[in-house]
């Protein structure tokens, strides 16, 4: 089985069997969902771009939810959330910061993975884990685009993984950190499009041009148990709608 380890196709039905989807969505998406979500395996966290006027009633509604949602084998970890230093970032990077660090103690709270949005913050982001001695918090990097220094650093850290996406196919900086870092840390996404067949194209690539596997099914079965480790549970336990 394929793993698309994150993607944001809101509200869609898995058609494909061979291919297990994790959706990802955004805190204020799910006040507004008339439908349950949890149907599909999910990860739920509030994006920095998204932060509220209103931070810390918007962080007590997340965290009462994730409260009494946290046991649902479907919801597999917190976020996306993190810190962006980019121009689609509105709020302040001192409110994101505090933010994002109350969803890291809840991550750890509730023994859930994270997984970070991180654009041109990645020395924040160690730093802010490193404060709040999180250092063995199972934490993914989704659409993971850093250069070999950042990626030495993370490294160091076993409970770091990297998700890389659809840029993979084109970009050469990301093909060779991809081969530096060991598979049993490594996910592949599709992030803003659903596309089975991109999805395939990551494994494809990464077997036939970057040579990490012998092949595609290979491949699939390192991922597969990666999946298995860091959300402690058999895939055959998640409903894939």
Request: charged share 30%.
């Given at each position: 089985m394929l793993i698309n380890f994150h993607t944001h196709s809101q509200y869609s039905t898995p058609t494909n069997s061979e291919i297990l989807k994790i959706y990802s969505y955004d805190f204020y998406e799910i006040t507004r969902a008339k439908e349950n979500l949890f149907n599909i395996p999910v990860t739920i966290g509030i994006h920095p771009w998204y932060i509220s006027g209103d931070f810390e009633f918007q962080l007590k509604q997340f965290i009462d939810f994730v409260n009494k949602t946290m046991n649902n084998n479907n919801f597999l970890a917190i976020g996306e959330c993190g810190l962006d230093r980019s121009s689609h970032a509105i709020m302040p990077?001192?409110?994101q910061t505090i933010v994002f660090a109350e969803q890291l103690k809840l991550a750890n709270k509730i023994n859930k993975p994270i997984i970070v949005h991180c654009i041109k913050s990645y020395p924040e982001v160690i730093k802010l884990r490193?404060?709040?001695n999180l250092q063995h918090l199972t934490m993914i990097f989704h659409n993971y685009n850093a250069n070999e220094q950042i990626t030495n650093e993370l490294l160091k850290n076993k409970n770091n993984y990297f998700s890389f996406g659809i840029q993979l196919l084109e970009n050469k900086?990301?093909?060779?950190l991809l081969k530096k870092i060991p598979l049993n840390q490594i996910f592949f996404e599709t992030d803003n499009i659903d596309d089975d067949i991109?999805?395939?194209?990551?494994?494809q690539f990464a077997v036939n041009e970057l040579k990490v596997a012998d092949n595609v099914r290979t491949l699939s079965y390192i991922i597969e148990d990666n999946f298995t480790h860091i959300f402690k549970i058999g895939i055959d336990s998640i409903n894939n709608g």
């Open positions: 990077f001192e409110i490193k404060d709040l900086k990301l093909q060779s991109k999805l395939a194209q990551l494994y």
